[in-house]
């Protein structure tokens, strides 16, 4: 149950709340989620099921688990860990807003001017990535309680700490949330907005964004091909139901996405409703959603706003916590299993740095290098880390010798969909729509931004991640034993 919960806290995050709902209605509505389920089926539950069985089998984290695979596979393991500490430094961030946020519903301190108060007053935004604009020192205390809190968890270790953050964290979360989701749909006007997110646009079907966007979805929301399954599934006792666990995780996942989406979509209707326009004229996208487009919108509740903001807004604190720290957990276990270093003391020195290096999107740029930094770690990094992952592990590896492990503890048997899926299906889906990515991106900087801007914190980042993962593979193993018999704290 634990285990389950920490997989949940996860998978669970920003990206159910504020990224799947404008996701679907960006991408041929209930079109989209007929792909998004394809691509659950066919990628997200088969790696997960991988990811597990990976993590169970070798037990350690990321790196050393393929390492025991082959030495060749290590270095893949160290660039997903770099992903995992770029996405930390700005992944805090976007925490640090929302809980800057909750303390602000309150008093409704954004409800004048919701654009203005998230670009100038949180963000102290400044007009390009170069220009730094100074650390922006109201955002401190929310990132400081954000590293603490992360700190704490994973200092007291995975029983003591993360699993009994997520034991709480995740059922109040859905608690949360479905109050909003039913109060959102009782209002006038949600049916409009329910219809916004989910009207399925059959000319899309076929349409490759939709494809890349359900695809690009998957990974990112079920935290895989980041290092991270792998090393929670390392923490199982010898008797678990892989399998049963992976599907449980998923569903539950995504189950939460559209509960959110529903949440969020119904009190955009009611907003659109009141003001009297079009759904598609108060619908913002992506970040802007969630900080200007909802609270602008919670505002129209009355009353009620105050607690409504400040539910949804401790709803993206929490769900974003227990990923923050999964996402740090999983470059905490790789150094403790490499250096042969106590958790205690790879906590505080990993933890030391990382919030550091966050100062830099505390900045007023911090806006434009998260967003960079975020395109080119989930579209490249994430995508072509986890193509790369199963190619090697289900061409090169013995695919066969990891199935019997799986189906040797587990209930439901991974069989001939699941061989499909990793050998055929994730390769050719990821590959086509990562190239494709990639094409466009050399031949349209991406958003506009100046080349330079993108060479530094899109190209440069990449390179980082892929020289990094080698470099770090190089390194001499501290206790050799390790890779043979494994690691548990
Ligand atoms: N799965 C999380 C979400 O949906 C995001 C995440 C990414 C968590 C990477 C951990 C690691 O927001
Ligand atoms: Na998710």
Known sequence: ????????????????????????????????????????????????????????????????????????????????????????????????????????????????????????????????????????TQLLIPLAIAWAINFIAIYAGVKGGIEKLAKIFIPVLFLMVVVIAVRGSTLPGSAAGLNFMFEPDFSRLFDFKVWTAAYGQIFFDLSIAFAIMITYSSYLP?????????????????????????????????????????????????????????????????????LFGMLFFLALTMAGLTSLISINEAAIAALMDKLDMKRKKVTVVYTGVAAICSLVIATGAGLYILDIVDHFTNNFGIVFGGLIQVLLVGWIFNLKSLQDHINSVSEIKAGSWWVFSIKFITPLVAGYTGIMTLVGDIKVPYEGYPQEALLVMGWLVLAVIIVGGFLLSRLKWKNEIYLIEGVKD
């Open 1 to 136: 149950m634990g285990f389950i919960l920490a997989a949940v806290g996860s998978a669970v995050g920003l990206g159910n709340i504020w990224r799947f709902p404008y996701m679907v209605a960006d991408n041929g509505g209930g079109i989209f989620f007929l792909v998004y389920l394809f691509a659950l089926l066919t990628a997200g539950i088969p790696i997960m099921i991988l990811e597990f069985g990976i993590g169970h089998k070798y037990r350690g984290g990321a790196p050393l688990s393929f390492a025991k695979m082959s030495r060749k596979f290590e270095w893949l393991g160290w660039s997903q860990v770099i992903v995992c500490f770029f996405i930390a430094v700005y992944y805090v961030l976007v925490i640090a807003w929302a809980m800057s946020y909750f303390y602000h519903s309150i008093s409704l301190g954004y409800a004048d001017d919701p654009s203005g108060f998230f670009y100038n007053n949180v963000l102290g935004l400044t007009e390009g990535p170069f220009e730094l604009g100074g650390i922006q």
């Open 238 to 306: 010898k008797k678990s139901d892989l399998t049963g666990n992976a599907f449980t995780a998923c569903f539950t996942n995504c189950g939460f996405s559209l509960l959110a989406g529903i949440a969020v979509f119904s009190i955009l209707g009611h907003m659109a409703h009141s003001q009297g326009v079009a759904v598609q004229e108060v619908a913002g996208d992506g970040v802007g959603l969630a900080f200007v487009t909802f609270p602008a919108a919670i505002t129209t509740l009355g009353g009620m706003a105050p």
